[in-house]
């Protein structure tokens, strides 16, 4: 093992679509989504220890975010992958929050996705991405696409997994001071009847081509209407967004946090000067954060 401190950056995602298909029988969703990672990230750092253990500094917890047994998912990542390294040993791992978590955008998922991929460098597991993509499926749905670092196209209940071309783009993302849990929205969408949304080729294609008008026109997510339903702050947000300019504004994910798309880097900073709790971000970000 490594005795060097190793840094990881830990990227928040937005959901640019997400299409709820059917429910299954083990009780998730399938479903098809486009998964941007964007330029607002946590700090991962992890050191050798005498134990294997989670420090969080940072933003303050929301409701939803840790697991039902109480740990945390960078933790829950770091004893999935001892599992399967036989170099593990101990580890003070030590997250800054910036992301909030429970809001939609995969704080949770991207601090156990950064932790496997330092954990992996600190202990000289050596082991290939399609095993540390097996480590990160046990860990959570949305971690697997985490863990890849781009764009993805994820399927499945977010176990099937393509990469997507997708231009880089200007985000405004609204928090609001409360999270939603994933079960919950899911729960919400069947109780309602709701079918799939419409074709995604029309988002993927104006991503691919770096047409933010045609993007703005395209987003959707399937989980939106049952979720404001019991979170009207959601749709008052969205409104604000689209009145003030947005080229197109959706909730990403589960919720609560809502996405407004902007023109361009002067337009996302005029639009999150005007709405509060709002904060500017690109995406896919560039290479080294």
Aim: glycine fraction near 12%.
């Amino acid at each position: 093992m490594t005795s060097k401190t190793i840094h990881r950056e830990a990227f928040a995602k937005i959901n640019v679509f997400l299409r709820v298909l059917s429910s299954r029988d083990d009780g998730y969703h399938d479903l098809e989504s486009l998964v941007l990672p964007i330029s607002w990230s946590d700090a991962v750092t992890v050191r050798p220890d005498e134990r294997l253990r989670v420090e969080v500094r940072g933003a303050p917890a929301m409701s939803g975010e840790t697991p039902a047994g109480g740990m945390n998912l960078a933790l829950v990542a770091a004893l999935g992958l001892a599992d399967v390294c036989s170099r593990a040993g101990g580890a003070l791992i030590e997250i800054e929050k910036r992301i909030p978590l429970a809001a939609g955008l995969g704080g949770g998922s991207a601090d156990a996705a950064a932790t496997i991929h330092a954990l992996n460098e600190l202990w000289g597991c050596r082991h290939d991405p399609a095993t540390l993509t097996q480590v990160a499926e046990r860990v959570g749905s949305d971690v697997p696409a985490m863990l890849l670092g781009g764009p993805v196209l994820m399927s499945g209940r977010g176990e099937f997994l393509a990469p997507a071309d997708v231009a880089t783009f200007w985000w405004v993302v609204v928090q609001h001071g409360f999270g939603v849990r994933s079960p919950d929205a899911y729960r919400w969408w069947d109780e309602a009847g709701a079918e799939p949304g419409p074709d995604p080729e029309p988002a993927l294609d104006a991503a691919a081509a770096g047409d933010a008008k045609g993007l703005g026109a395209a987003m959707f997510n399937d989980l939106e209407a049952a979720v404001t339903k019991r979170h009207p702050q959601i749709g008052t947000t969205k409104d604000e967004l689209l009145q003030r300019g947005a080229l197109g504004a959706v909730m990403t994910g589960s919720g609560s946090s809502v996405v407004g798309l902007a023109s361009d880097r002067a337009h996302a900073e005029e639009l999150a000067a005007a709405v509060p709790n709002a904060v500017v971000a690109s995406g896919p970000p560039s290479p080294g954060g």
